[in-house]
């Protein structure tokens, strides 16, 4: 089955499409193991970071960045209309943080451009993959709510986020603590955000469950598991294995449990992208900090019928990858 214009001419959104198959959320998280959130006010382009008001040279820089740092490189905004008016700016807020399990930190200040100019630049940005985030601002703990509203990716995200966006920024309760971003992938899952420090993702979002999400946050929790597309320093089976673990233990601690690759006997770490020849089964174990753990057995599956990535798009076989449930195995610790 393909989706094409209905009786009335017109053809439906991705986003609705998708809740309307009932498109599974976990596994679904954008991936990077640090994320560098940078300030810059005005429209976006489709591509945000070279078709926006940063100085050229900034544009050219931060579009020339390898894509293998673990880094991911964002623009946000505050909530609001956002004039053409190219006003000129040589230093902008700024928020890194590092997202890994056991190792969540954030860092948040002013930058100059110069900042990030600087010829190794690629090589800060690959060391806060790993941790080692550079002496820049200072550190935060206050967690952050990123929507992403850039309608020239897809306009799912402007008619969808835009709305939770706005209804943060007009509650004083939460309106330091959300931005509009320019892209998190998944358009079809909108609203989509990205909760910093922690670096889990959320999909579908309203606005009563945006508010919880930041709720729970302040309190180390992660809020509404259904909502909960993963955690983006995970690869995507891992994010599916360990959403599964939370969901059968009513587990909602934000830093609780990390994932790891089981080879035999052994286990490895993960990476952002999953590894090996799997015939499309992956083999994860998922332990809690406490020193619980489990086997989890997540599969990609085929997803019928065929649907939009996004808007735009023609229909596409599309793919998810679905958790057994979580079988406990002898304590690791």
Request: hydrophobic share 40%; aromatic share 4%.
């Amino acid at each position: 089955m393909s989706w094409g214009p209905s009786d009335d001419g017109t053809t439906p959104r991705c986003a609705v499409l998708s809740r309307q198959l009932d498109e599974p959320l976990a596994g679904s998280a954008p991936r990077a193991r640090a994320w560098l959130v940078i300030e810059q006010p005005g429209p976006y382009g489709r591509n945000a970071i070279t078709e926006s008001h940063l100085p050229e040279s900034l544009r050219e820089a931060l579009g020339a960045l390898p894509k293998d740092t673990g880094t991911t490189v964002l623009l946000a905004r505050h909530v609001g209309r956002h004039a053409d008016d190219h006003a000129a700016i040589s230093s902008r807020r700024f928020w890194l943080a590092h997202t890994s399990p056991g190792g969540i930190r954030m860092r948040t200040g002013v930058l100059d451009d110069d900042d990030l100019l600087r010829p190794d630049l690629d090589d800060v940005l690959a060391a806060a993959a790993s941790g080692q985030l550079p002496p820049w601002g200072a550190r935060s703990t206050m967690p952050l709510l990123l929507v992403c509203t850039n309608a020239k990716r897809d306009v799912c995200c402007a008619i969808e986020g835009r709305p939770i966006a706005e209804s943060l920024a007009a509650d004083p309760a939460y309106s330091d603590r959300v931005l509009e971003v320019s892209h998190l992938g998944g358009h079809r899952f909108s609203p989509t955000a990205l909760l910093l420090p922690s670096g889990h993702a959320f999909g579908r979002l309203d606005q009563r469950v945006a508010r919880e999400v930041l709720d729970a946050a302040v309190d180390g929790d992660l809020g509404p598991l259904a909502h909960h597309r993963g955690r983006t320093s995970l690869s995507q089976p891992a994010q599916a294995a360990e959403h599964a673990v939370r969901r059968a233990g009513g587990i909602t601690d934000l830093d609780a449990l990390d994932a790891l690759r089981r080879v035999g006997d052994q286990v490895v770490p993960v990476g952002l992208r999953w590894a090996g020849d799997d015939h499309g089964v992956a083999d994860v174990e998922v332990r809690h900090q406490d020193g619980r753990a489990w086997q989890v057995v997540v599969r990609r599956t085929t997803l019928r019928p065929e649907r939009p990535e996004s808007c735009g798009k023609l229909a596409a076989e599309g793919h998810a990858w679905i958790a057994d449930d979580p079988v406990p195995v002898e304590s690791w610790a």
